[in-house]
């Protein structure tokens, strides 16, 4: 069901680097379909963070970065701050499936 | 300032057709720059994409496998709004539905408030 596989929770203290993986197959990632991330707030809406890879859209702290490389990509987020403890996910393309659009299992990241 | 604004009823009995619809400020359900999407979360399925409708040279669909043959999603360019039906509900249909605008780089930008849709009798 899911084909986007991150790890359930990371933590780091504040001002620490946490990565969150996006593990994937050669029918999305590495197919070269492009990742994309999302911040989704308890309650609200997902919100996009990281868009093709490694773009960041207006707005969004450069404290967050992304990389994609074969079947995986990751989430990097620098100087963790307090408000950056809630999930995010991943999301990309799957040829198989008669092509669809999937998102990651998500991670919840916490502050410690 | 793209927005999206979500209405429907909260609540849906079995066998019936869930209906939401998703009105849009800021941007064209027309327009050849993006699609139009429903995406929907619980916590047995996570986010699941389920459908789209979009304009090119002519309006056309997309629907996730998952519900193909229960699923509609239709533009309504008099009033730039589009909407999700999806047929014969089943308590696994009981989800937070999202609507959501998705760019050329197929990355979703803009989403709806989102609506809690309860299938229960």
């Known amino acids: 069901q899911f084909v986007l596989t991150q790890p359930p929770s990371v933590s780091g203290a504040p001002g620490q680097r946490v990565t969150i993986s996006c593990t994937g197959s050669?029918?999305?990632?590495?197919?070269?379909?492009?990742v994309h991330w999302y911040q989704q707030l308890p309650g609200t809406a997902p919100k996009l963070i990281i868009y093709?890879?490694?773009n960041r859209p207006s707005g969004v702290p450069d404290r967050f970065s992304g990389s994609k490389s074969g079947t995986s990509a990751s989430l990097a987020i620098t100087g963790l701050q307090p408000e950056d403890e809630t999930d995010y996910y991943c999301?990309?393309?799957?040829?198989?499936?008669?092509?669809?659009?999937?998102f990651g299992t998500g991670t919840k990241v916490t502050v410690l | 300032q793209v927005q999206l604004q979500q209405s429907g009823p909260g609540l849906v009995k079995p066998s019936q057709t869930l209906s939401l619809t998703c009105a849009i400020s800021?941007?064209?359900?027309?327009?050849?720059?993006?699609?139009w999407n429903w995406i929907r979360q619980s916590p047995s399925r996570g986010l699941e994409w389920l459908g789209r409708?979009?304009?090119?040279?002519?309006?056309?669909?997309d629907y996730a496998e998952s519900v193909k043959g229960r699923i509609t999603v239709k533009p309504d360019t008099s009033k730039n709004q589009f909407s999700l039906q999806l047929n014969s509900v089943t308590p696994e249909d009981t989800a937070v539905y999202y609507c959501?605008?998705?760019?050329?780089?197929?990355?979703?930008?803009?989403w709806g408030q989102g609506t809690l849709v309860t299938v229960s009798s």
């Open positions: 093709t890879n490694t």
């Open positions: 050669s029918s999305n990632l590495g197919a070269g379909h492009d």
């Open positions: 409708t979009y304009f090119r040279s002519k309006w056309d669909n």
């Open positions: 800021g941007d064209s359900v027309s327009t050849k720059s993006a699609s």
């Open positions: 959501a605008r998705q760019l050329l780089t197929a990355c979703f930008d803009r």
């Open positions: 999301q990309s393309y799957d040829d198989r499936l008669s092509g669809s659009y999937v």
